[in-house]
């Protein structure tokens, strides 16, 4: 019944791993994100897909790499996994609004994926 | 300078209490503007949107003034369970699909019994 909901919730792992984490979403919505929030708390995206589609990609490293089988899955890879990537990763979803042009907004965020980097 | 920025807190008021939360934005074309809630150790949630005439819902009392770029939330009688971190969320949609919703880093708020 979980809208959006993404796997692992914890993931420990060694400096210079590989790692995925795996998001889906039931709600029928377009768009998908991947966001960031650090030990700070400040919450930051990292990628949208609408409809399968990467429509933002902010200034994150190649080592991260979203992959969008079908408009409900939006997985996150990552590769070489350092220190500094340590932090909490929410998947969301949006639809987009009436006049089909503009997400309302209202973001249904999974649970999160705690990473820590040893 | 942040995108959306607010005051961190934390504020620590007793229960019963009025309190309110500030938000500037810089870009003069985003088009529309949210609170969330987050709890500690969980995801964001919707707390309510808000409108240019200003909305209310219960106890809870969101403005906008666009002029100003300037978004408030008010909450009275301030309880127990509304402790948590109250994020400020501006959608500077660009009218085509590339839409980008923009998280202030949030104002944490501590009620005391």
């Known amino acids: 019944d979980t809208a959006v909901s993404q796997t692992p919730k914890y993931l420990v792992t060694q400096m210079g791993n590989d790692k995925s984490i795996k998001c889906e979403q039931n709600?029928?919505?377009?768009?998908m994100y991947w966001y960031k929030q650090d030990s700070k708390k400040f919450l930051k995206i990292m990628f949208s897909?609408?409809?399968?589609?990467?429509?933002i990609n902010e200034t994150v490293p190649n080592r991260f790499s979203p992959k969008s089988p079908d408009k409900a899955h939006l997985n996150l890879h990552i590769n070489s996994l350092e220190l500094g990537d340590s932090a909490v990763y929410f998947c969301?979803?949006?639809?987009?609004?009436?006049?089909?042009?503009?997400?309302?907004?209202?973001?249904?965020f999974g649970e999160g994926s705690r990473l820590t980097v040893l | 300078r942040k995108e959306v920025e607010q005051d961190p807190g934390p504020f620590n008021v007793p229960e019963g209490a009025t309190v309110a939360f500030n938000c500037t934005y810089s870009n003069s074309a985003s088009q529309s503007f949210f609170w969330y809630r987050q709890d500690c150790r969980k995801e964001p949630k919707l707390l309510m949107s808000v409108y240019s005439s200003g909305n209310e819902d219960g106890r809870f009392t969101a403005q906008l003034n666009r002029a100003s770029q300037y978004i408030s939330l008010l909450i009275r009688d301030s309880k127990l369970s509304d402790s948590a971190t109250y994020l400020c969320?501006?959608?500077?949609?660009?009218?085509?699909?590339?839409?980008?919703?923009?998280f202030g880093s949030g104002t944490r708020l501590s009620i005391r019994p």
């Open positions: 897909y609408n409809n399968k589609e990467l429509i």
């Open positions: 969320v501006v959608n500077r949609g660009s009218g085509s699909s590339a839409s980008k919703i923009i």
């Open positions: 969301a979803s949006s639809q987009k609004g009436g006049r089909g042009q503009v997400d309302t907004g209202e973001l249904f």
């Open positions: 709600l029928g919505h377009d768009t």
